[in-house]
């Protein structure tokens, strides 16, 4: 796993080791449930045992609540990759306060910086390349500057009134579903001390660090089929211990989609929560990266890819000239920004076209099928890259 660079951190900025004051709220609640997890979990399971109810009540918890983050705080709310009935955001506000995570507000006044800003030592609140504690948790247990919210960011969400209430009750909302709520089912279920354990204390600590996985490990461990240009990473392993937000490489540069993982097996439940309230009626407007955009920066990274190996002094393995490798590249590069160009002058033209309205008389260019061809062809190309950079040792 890489490790952070000092020479990352700007010498007028304030390295991670600045001693900025402990965040003492934080820092108790991350100690206190943390012990209480990992000793007053085992402790209970050794002595008295888990009825069945707390095990249930600790999975459903633990999913309400981390979805409401990963489709609610973040996709909902800090991207507005589509819009949600108010049932279904006064749902994710509730359990979204149920993982413990700020309120609203203040998760995306933080939030929208760090795709801004993204790497950004001074103004990414959890720059990865402040280290992977630091992204982690780092930022959190001290208050640095960086982690200062900003709401300048959120002005849209204050006008949102579930969002308004939430920051101003969050501390009342917090308790009342992490104590009142999680209380209520287990004295009804009859295992009250257990449930308070298992659906209270360790699905908290679980819903805590599957979300600051994706802040630290999807920012270091992964591909990045679709940009370099900033340490987030693509990771099916991470995607499913964060309801589908592994697939960080896709998200840092196609932020509005409402899906990350956007093959059908990619494992992202909370694209398919999206796309099921869709399909009753509880949401819509979901936002959809165009396919050609999509393929365009693949090939465009395949081509990267295949320069930093010519330029590292590859030799070619089989029987291919180098020089033969070379020159192929560089016409499937030229092939490539001719599709672009014929794709976006089309596109003008259809545009136009319509506007005057005689699209019809552009002797029938269907946008939609022309469209599907440009995205195979550029499918085809990254293929072919791809197998002349496996030429290159
Ligand atoms: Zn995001
Ligand atoms: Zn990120």
């Known amino acids: 796993m890489a490790s952070p660079t000092p020479s990352s951190v700007p010498s007028s900025g304030h390295p991670p080791s600045a001693r900025a004051p402990i965040n003492w709220v934080a820092t108790i609640m991350f100690v206190v449930t943390g012990l209480?997890?990992?000793?007053?979990?085992?402790?209970?399971?050794?002595?008295?045992?888990?009825?069945?109810?707390?095990?249930?009540?600790?999975?459903?918890?633990?999913?309400?609540?981390?979805?409401?983050?990963?489709?609610?705080?973040?996709?909902?709310?800090?991207?507005?990759?589509?819009?949600?009935?108010?049932?279904?955001?006064?749902?994710?506000?509730l359990f979204g306060a149920m993982a413990v995570q700020n309120s609203i507000l203040i998760w995306c006044a933080g939030h929208r910086p760090h795709h801004r800003f993204v790497d950004d030592a001074e103004r990414d609140p959890y720059s990865a390349t402040r280290g992977l504690w630091f992204s982690h948790m780092g930022w959190m247990v001290r208050n640095h500057p960086s982690g200062e919210p900003d709401f300048g960011y959120v002005r849209d969400l204050e006008r949102d009134?579930?969002?308004?209430?939430?920051?101003?009750?969050?501390?009342?909302?917090?308790?009342?579903?992490?104590?009142?709520?999680?209380?209520?089912?287990?004295?009804?279920?009859?295992?009250?001390?257990?449930?308070?354990?298992?659906?209270?204390?360790?699905?908290?600590?679980?819903?805590?660090?599957?979300?600051?996985?994706?802040?630290?490990?999807?920012h270091y461990w992964g591909t990045q089929p679709y940009t370099d240009e900033n340490?987030?990473?693509?990771?099916?392993?991470?995607?499913?211990?964060?309801?589908?937000?592994?697939?960080?490489?896709?998200?840092?540069?196609?932020?509005?989609?409402?899906?990350?993982?956007?093959?059908?097996?990619?494992?992202?439940?909370?694209?398919?929560?999206?796309?099921?309230?869709?399909?009753?009626?509880?949401?819509?407007?979901?936002?959809?990266?165009?396919?050609?955009a999509i393929e365009r920066a693949r090939l465009d990274m395949q081509f990267k890819r295949a320069r930093a190996r010519l330029e590292s002094g590859a030799v070619t393995r089989g029987r291919i000239e180098l020089a033969q490798v070379r020159e192929r590249i560089q016409k499937e590069y030229e092939a490539f920004t001719a599709t672009l160009a014929e794709w976006s002058a089309t596109r003008e033209q259809w545009a136009s076209a319509a506007k005057e309205r005689v699209a019809r008389r552009l002797e029938g260019v269907d946008l939609q099928a022309y469209a599907r061809e440009i995205e195979a062809r550029l499918r085809a190309q990254r293929k072919r890259v791809q197998a002349l950079t496996l030429q290159l040792a």
């Open 36 to 93: 209480v997890a990992a000793v007053g979990v085992p402790l209970y399971a050794w002595f008295f045992d888990f009825s069945l109810a707390a095990w249930v009540w600790f999975l459903v918890f633990l999913w309400a609540s981390g979805i409401s983050i990963t489709a609610g705080y973040h996709r909902l709310w800090s991207h507005g990759a589509y819009e949600a009935h108010w049932s279904v955001r006064l749902f994710f506000m």
């Open 161 to 218: 009134p579930i969002v308004a209430f939430q920051h101003r009750f969050y501390v009342p909302i917090v308790l009342a579903m992490n104590v009142g709520l999680v209380a209520l089912v287990g004295w009804a279920s009859g295992d009250l001390w257990g449930t308070l354990l298992l659906a209270g204390f360790l699905r908290l600590v679980l819903n805590h660090h599957f979300t600051f996985f994706i802040n630290s490990l999807a």
């Open 231 to 292: 340490t987030a990473r693509d990771n099916p392993v991470l995607a499913f211990l964060t309801y589908g937000e592994g697939y960080h490489n896709f998200h840092h540069i196609f932020t509005h989609d409402y899906r990350n993982g956007i093959k059908w097996y990619d494992f992202d439940p909370t694209k398919w929560l999206i796309r099921g309230l869709a399909s009753v009626g509880l949401a819509r407007k979901l936002r959809v990266t165009p396919q050609i």
